[in-house]
């Protein structure tokens, strides 16, 4: 069973401790939304004490199954395979997380099980961080923003104090009773279960899949992936080419180039823009594949698509720039094109002075098959061309 008018296949993901009330009250409380939401799969990622703890209540005191017949659930599961424990450098599993390398370990199995499960759309994820270290809260919110889906969803789950991590309350029963309780003070009270709140609050994150390229194995490697893209991002300003100015506005420097000069350099920049393979990506990262050949971007065909920009970078001349197109029937040679390449490059490098920024604007090369690819690195929504 799913939620009405979707086809998901719902996975629920759980950090625990030695604590699993948890699971349940998750499990409770989705299934009490509105439509309610069922598990298809249970994954529960926690330490070798909290395996004990939950094959010791929820299974064997069979408190899962009275809440699935006491509240007339579909079929829900707990497998072996489902307990998912890291292992240290000797194999292994971790009793608690206590030393670094404890953290490695649990954050790194918390990333590959969010980022296996969130290859497969038609699966929605369900992550609960109420259970377990905050460290392991930490993680599971941090892969899936590194990883989540739209659809995908985090919760925290927030019970009455008095009842929290109680050992005798796992899920608000359907006939009341009573629970033997200590108060904050160390007082023992007895309180009834009607008296219990349950709350599922459902939390916002950040969603960087698809708006930064991963590569990385282990959460660390992903970290430092996803921090040196956003500080390459963050660091491209915009780009305004004006043709009949014949200038270049590139964050807070301003410059021109002669007509011929930013004629090349408009066709590289209209080849990024409008030519992009991937026009659903929002964006290019470390794309490269509109970098083309010379004798490609210099065609006769390309030359003639440009004619509207050249007439209006020579001052809206369609005579003059008829002259200079004509004087190219068969394209630019390769080696003109390199020239103007060499001389832009060399203006940029005159007026930009950081390296950084240069290195997004200037005409660069890559080899692909023993050919030269040329093209510029700076991101497509940056340009603007008037």
């Not at 030519?275 to 003639?304: G, M, Q, V």
Request: charged fraction near 25%; include cysteine; glycine fraction near 4%.
């Amino acid at each position: 069973m799913r939620e009405m008018g979707t086809n998901f296949k719902e996975i629920f993901i759980f950090v625990t401790g030695t604590s699993p009330q948890v699971i349940t009250e998750t499990i409770y409380a989705l299934s009490n939304y509105h439509p309610p939401i069922f598990p298809d799969e249970i994954f529960i990622i926690t330490t070798s004490l909290g395996k004990k703890a939950i094959k010791d209540s929820l299974l064997a005191k069979n408190i899962l199954t009275n809440l699935i017949n006491e509240f007339n659930l579909p079929q829900i599961k707990i497998e072996e395979n489902s307990i998912l424990v890291p292992k240290n450098k000797q194999g292994k599993e971790i009793e608690d997380i206590c030393t670094e390398e404890d953290n490695e370990a649990i954050g790194d199995l918390i990333t590959s099980l969010i980022k296996e499960k969130t290859q497969d759309n038609s699966v929605r994820l369900h992550c609960s961080i109420a259970g377990g270290r905050k460290t392991m809260s930490f993680y599971l919110g941090s892969a899936l923003q590194l990883f989540g889906r739209p659809w995908d969803k985090l919760y925290h789950v927030i019970v009455s104090p008095e009842f929290e991590c109680h050992p005798d309350f796992f899920y608000k029963p359907k006939i009341d009773r009573d629970i033997q309780i200590i108060s904050r003070s160390g007082e023992k009270l007895t309180m009834n279960t009607s008296e219990a709140k349950i709350i599922l609050a459902e939390l916002p994150f950040i969603r960087l899949r698809g708006k930064i390229g991963l590569k990385g194995k282990t959460f660390r490697e992903l970290v430092n992936e996803c921090q040196k893209e956003i500080d390459i991002s963050s660091i491209q300003p915009d780009l305004t080419v004006n043709l009949a100015e014949r200038t270049i506005c590139f964050g807070e420097y301003l410059f021109r180039l002669s007509p011929s000069l930013l004629f090349v350099f408009v066709a590289f920049l209209k080849q990024k823009a409008e030519r992009c393979l991937h026009p659903t990506k929002i964006y290019c990262l470390d794309c490269r594949d509109c970098f083309i050949e010379l004798l490609e971007i210099f065609s006769p065909e390309n030359l003639a698509n440009s004619f509207k920009e050249y007439s209006k970078i020579i001052g809206n001349s369609p005579l003059k720039a008829k002259e200079f197109l004509e004087k190219w029937p068969s394209g630019f040679p390769v080696e003109l094109s390199r020239q103007y390449i060499s001389k832009i490059n060399l203006e940029f490098k005159k007026n930009i002075d950081n390296e950084n920024l240069l290195s997004f604007l200037k005409i660069s090369s890559i080899k692909i098959y023993a050919s030269s690819r040329y093209g510029i690195k700076l991101e497509k929504s940056k340009i603007s061309i008037i």
